[in-house]
């Protein structure tokens, strides 16, 4: 990944070399500029949401190089993602095949939507403050143990102007992001936790320099460095996992690399979405999803619609059926007259809906912002009131009634505070990363922790929409031998499920002769000379079944149908066993005809369920339970969902859901296992207490240290006493997440 | 007390050694993948050879 956007264009495995040889850099290596001369080089990017071990880097990288073509490859384990340097000729269906091949599921990139340049350089960057900041604080602890075990005289002023000469260039460097911040917030007129940073860091670091000048006993130059450090370390925690999921998100949306092939006069062009024009003719190969809004021109097929508006079953295409883009494909090509493309299509019409849920979104206030509203203005009254109670009481000596005030700011400041959030939410994004849940919003966790009834969409989520036999057993052989042989020679998701259930099941298929596809109607042959069909209803002249089902008639008899269930996604029974067991209320909602929702409901054991419910009705019934006080988690993957996930207090959905779902979802399910969500509510919950209990904690530090510092009684030791045992205790209990 | 004229700048240059070893790895992008780069030490293939 970063080696792909490395300024230099240098692959990672030259950049090692090349770095133990300094100059090598500064003059171009010819192996280089044959490299950038040579025009058949392409790098290709996928993600691979499975990869998780050391053997798992290895074979990938194994299977990719045994790949013609492929130069290099270098898998990143971190963020889940393999850069492949290769040949032009190399695509990337190609490599995703070969991943499939030993196991990987992986999915294209797009390179250029990845912009994580700008947040790699400015973790660098945070990285780099802090390393600084961790050496100056070793340093200046060291001066000031020999000061605070007794140094007196010139020793101790010499080791106050050293701690000095390291602090102050520190504090300047390594503090600058919160000066910044600060400033920025004093120009919109408001104070944050920074300001209140901001100014211990400048009141300590000045009163130091002045009593170290003046030959005084205390300096706080440590407690400067050292609230630098911690609050620092914070700050990285909460970009990482910003980072790790502002990637991963940015990654999904670069999953659908977004092409359509274009006929101009007759021939086959590939072309961005973008580039479509109303009025285009487009060809959709079967299996494919429609990319814009059209007509159907020629070509009859059968589409799947089931992602737009749950319906399971397949839908028939022919000339002069309108087809909306996320539609698939199934059975024959179909050529469409677009009608709307890119943002006007029907797509990208819920993109308001959805930008107006984000907003509603970013105005819940955190924990953490409600505890910098109570505990800024706090913590200057306190500070000011000691500084101006010190005056009175001293009669006007500024020196010490500064001290007093400096020492107060400095111990109060928020450094358990500022890890307290980060730490906790750090360490559960990482361990609900690792189940195969993306945290894509910062606040996700902490609203799904108030959850109390859990919403859920049928197909596509609960199901994985993709079918299995349900009846087999209930045909006589020679039919299903028929069935079999038939079903094998089509594409189509009801064919294959068909032909693999036989399979199973140890079925022979019979001779079937003459076998043609009839796109959008079924398969068709010749069986002992007899048409055997096996398709639409209609197309067999049967009376439609009320469940998804594939009609066989071989001409004597009634035609026999053979019915079909959505196969459930794995993990889904113990996700709602864990949900139940929480004390959650379940409701199931879909698009899908009654019959099969209710047939789902009953297997999984959801008491209440709604079935053919259009896309405004899921969003109503949301809207209702919140009204009623409830908070919703919304679990869902359609068009059909997008406006009930943008408008549920907290939700989820699959990485297979569309983009406008997932973009209105607040945490991804990265694999298939399902399970993860009974964790995620358990964790959630589980950090909303740490979190509070950080608070706690630190308060306590507060409640023991503050009158101390108050009476005047605070040395600088006992100011970085009370500022790394808060910290550590802080970070040790966001730890004890399970 | 004269000890301390050598000691403190050579602790300081080797404090100075460890943050400049930090900032090295930092610009050579070698906390780009830390997951990935402990693993890797793990895998056996090319124990027997350099990679070609």
């Known amino acids: 990944m970063t080696a792909a956007l490395d300024p230099n264009g240098l692959s990672e495995v030259e950049h090692a070399s090349l770095s133990a040889c300094p100059a090598c850099v500064a003059a171009p290596s010819a192996e280089r500029i044959a490299q950038l001369s040579r025009p058949d080089h392409a790098r290709l990017m996928l993600s691979l949401p499975a990869a998780h071990c050391a053997a798992c880097i290895s074979t990938v990288e194994t299977a990719l190089a045994a790949v013609a073509g492929v130069q290099s490859s270098r898998v990143n384990l971190t963020l889940k993602r393999v850069s492949v340097d290769a040949e032009a000729a190399v695509t990337a269906d190609q490599l995703i095949k070969v991943l499939a091949g030993v196991g990987y599921e992986a999915h294209e990139l797009d390179a250029g939507l990845l912009s994580a340049t700008e947040t790699d350089r400015q973790g660098r960057d945070l990285l780099m403050r802090l390393g600084v900041a961790f050496f100056s604080m070793m340093n200046v602890m060291l001066l000031s143990v020999a000061v605070w075990s007794g140094a007196e005289g010139i020793t101790r002023d010499l080791f106050h102007w050293i701690s000095g000469a390291i602090a102050i260039p520190t504090v300047l460097f390594s503090g600058q992001p919160f000066f910044r911040s600060a400033w920025a917030g004093v120009k919109a007129g408001r104070l944050g936790m920074d300001f209140p940073i901001s100014l211990a860091l400048v009141l300590a670091s000045c009163i130091s320099i002045f009593e170290t000048w003046k030959s005084g006993h205390h300096a706080y130059f440590d407690a400067a460095v050292m609230l630098c450090f911690f609050l620092l370390l914070g700050r990285y925690l909460d970009h990482r996992t910003r980072a790790v999921a502002r990637s991963a998100a940015e990654e999904l949306a670069a999953l659908e690399v977004p092409r359509a092939v274009v006929l101009v006069e007759g021939a086959e062009i590939t072309r961005p979405i973008s580039e479509i024009a109303v009025g285009d003719l487009v060809r959709v190969r079967p299996g494919g999803r429609m990319p814009v809004d059209g007509v159907v021109v020629d070509g009859t097929s059968e589409v799947d619609r089931s992602l737009l508006t749950g319906e399971s079953l397949p839908v028939f295409a022919g000339p002069e059926t309108v087809v909306s883009a996320g539609e698939v494909n199934l059975t024959g090509p179909l050529t469409l007259r677009v009608t709307a493309a890119g943002k006007d299509s029907s797509l990208h019409r819920m993109a308001d809906l959805v930008a107006v849920a984000e907003s509603a979104k970013t105005r819940y206030t955190t924990l953490a912002e409600r505890a910098a509203n109570w505990y800024s203005p706090l913590v200057h009254l306190l500070s000011f009131s000691a500084f101006g109670f010190w005056m009175w009481k001293t009669g006007g000596d500024l020196r010490f009634a500064v001290n007093i005030s400096a020492a107060t700011l400095i111990i109060t400041c928020p450094c358990a505070l500022g890890l307290a959030v980060p730490a906790v939410v750090t360490s559960a994004s990482g361990r609900l990363f690792r189940k195969g849940l993306l945290i894509k919003h910062g606040t996700a966790l902490e609203r799904l922790a108030e959850v109390d009834t859990v919403v859920f969409d049928k197909t596509g989520t609960l199901t994985m929409g993709t079918p299995e036999v349900t009846n087999l057993a209930e045909h006589p052989r020679a039919a299903v031998e028929v069935a079999a042989a038939l079903a094998m020679a089509s594409s189509h998701p009801l064919a294959t499920a068909l032909a693999d259930a036989a399979r199973a099941g140890g079925i022979h298929p019979a001779r079937v002769e003459d076998l043609r596809e009839v796109p959008g109607y079924g398969i068709e042959g010749l069986w002992r000379g007899q048409k055997v069909r096996l398709g639409r209803a209609s197309w067999c002249q049967a009376d439609e079944a009320a469940m998804t089902a594939t009609y066989l008639c071989t001409g004597e008899g009634r035609p026999r149908a053979f019915t079909f269930t959505d196969r459930l996604r794995p993990g889904a029974e113990a996700a709602i066993s864990a949900l139940t067991a929480q004390g959650k209320s379940l409701r199931l909602i879909s698009g899908d005809t009654e019959a099969a929702v209710a047939a789902l409901a009953r297997r999984l054991g959801f008491a209440d369920w709604t079935s053919g419910a259009l896309p405004a009705e899921k969003s109503a019934l949301v809207r209702d339970l919140t009204l009623q006080g409830r908070r919703v988690l919304m679990v869902g993957d359609g068009l059909n969902d997008t406006a009930a996930l943008a408008a549920a207090h907290v939700s989820i959905s699959p990485a297979s859901a569309l983009d406008a779902a997932r973009a209105a979802s607040d945490i991804v399910l990265l694999g298939q296992d399902m399970a993860a969500i009974g964790d995620a509510a358990r964790i959630s919950r589980q950090t909303r207490r740490r979190i509070i209990e950080n608070f706690g904690l630190s308060a306590a530090y507060n409640v023991i240290a503050v009158p101390l510092a108050l009476v005047g009684a605070a040395t600088p030791l006992a100011a970085a006493l009370a500022m790394s045992l808060s910290s550590i205790t802080v970070s040790l209990n966001s730890l004890r997440l399970k | ?52």
């Open chain 2, 1 to 52: 007390m004269e000890i301390l004229t050598y000691l403190i700048p050579v602790s300081l240059l080797l404090g100075g050694i460890g943050l400049a070893a930090f900032v090295w790895a930092l610009k050579t992008r070698q906390f780009d993948d830390p997951a990935g780069d402990a693993s890797r030490i793990l895998t056996k293939d090319w124990d027997d050879r350099p990679k070609p």
